[in-house]
């Protein structure tokens, strides 16, 4: 369709939107698309069975912030976020998911994002290794489709802190011996 197009402006407005929004009907009055394409449906699907919540829960680690995976009531997830000093549900009121039909964890309704769990195999020095990562699905930009990415990496159990390590959590701690030119400012 050779068709382009730049938004810019200021605070107040979803730009993704407009553009989307802007392109597509572009395309259906220049006849390169026969309708607009219908929103996805976020109406959470049916019921199913959900897998054995062992092998999801447990920590998982995020570009924003831990995520904790735990086994809830009547075979649901609850995912929680770490702020700061404390964890606080995701997304749903009560961060509760159940397994759906389609393969996702869903919250009561569509409005929050969907989740899943992937595990990836890779080679490191000849032995493989096995990752979990948790996958987050969102209706995105006007709505007419989903954008999927990795929320975070499963991590493994670790042996707990020594108490010498335990008793200095929360205190502060002042860097002093670092040499200025050990990091590079840019400028």
């Known amino acids: 369709a050779r068709i382009?197009?730049?938004?810019?402006?200021?605070?107040?407005?979803?730009?993704?939107?407009?553009?989307e929004g802007i392109v597509l009907r572009a395309l259906h009055e220049s006849?390169?698309?026969?309708?607009?394409?219908?929103?996805?449906d976020t109406t959470p699907a049916a019921p199913a069975t959900p897998p054995d919540p062992s092998g999801l829960t447990g920590l998982y680690a995020s570009g924003a912030a831990p995520i904790k995976v735990m086994a809830g009531p009547n075979g649901s997830l609850v995912l929680?976020?770490?702020h700061g000093n404390a964890?606080?549900?995701?997304?749903?009121?009560?961060?509760?998911?159940?397994?759906?039909?389609d393969g996702w964890w869903w919250a009561e309704t569509g409005e929050h994002p969907s989740y899943r769990f992937q595990e990836m195999a890779a080679e490191e020095d000849g032995t493989i290794v096995h990752y979990q990562y948790?996958?987050?699905?969102?209706?995105?930009?006007?709505?007419?489709?989903?954008?999927?990415?990795?929320?975070?990496?499963?991590?493994?159990p670790r042996e707990p802190l020594?108490?010498?390590?335990?008793?200095?959590?929360?205190?502060?701690?002042?860097?002093?011996?670092?040499?200025?030119d050990s990091v590079q400012q840019v400028l």
């Open 134 to 156: 948790l996958i987050r699905r969102i209706p995105w930009g006007t709505g007419y489709h989903y954008t999927t990415m990795p929320a975070g990496q499963r991590l493994q």
């Open 31 to 40: 006849h390169h698309i026969k309708a607009l394409p219908t929103k996805v």
């Open 80 to 82: 929680s976020q770490w």
């Open 162 to 180: 020594p108490a010498t390590w335990q008793a200095r959590l929360g205190t502060t701690w002042q860097f002093v011996n670092d040499a200025p």
């Open 87 to 101: 964890w606080q549900p995701m997304n749903a009121a009560d961060g509760r998911y159940t397994f759906r039909a």
């Open 4 to 19: 382009a197009l730049l938004v810019t402006g200021n605070n107040g407005y979803q730009p993704l939107q407009v553009a």
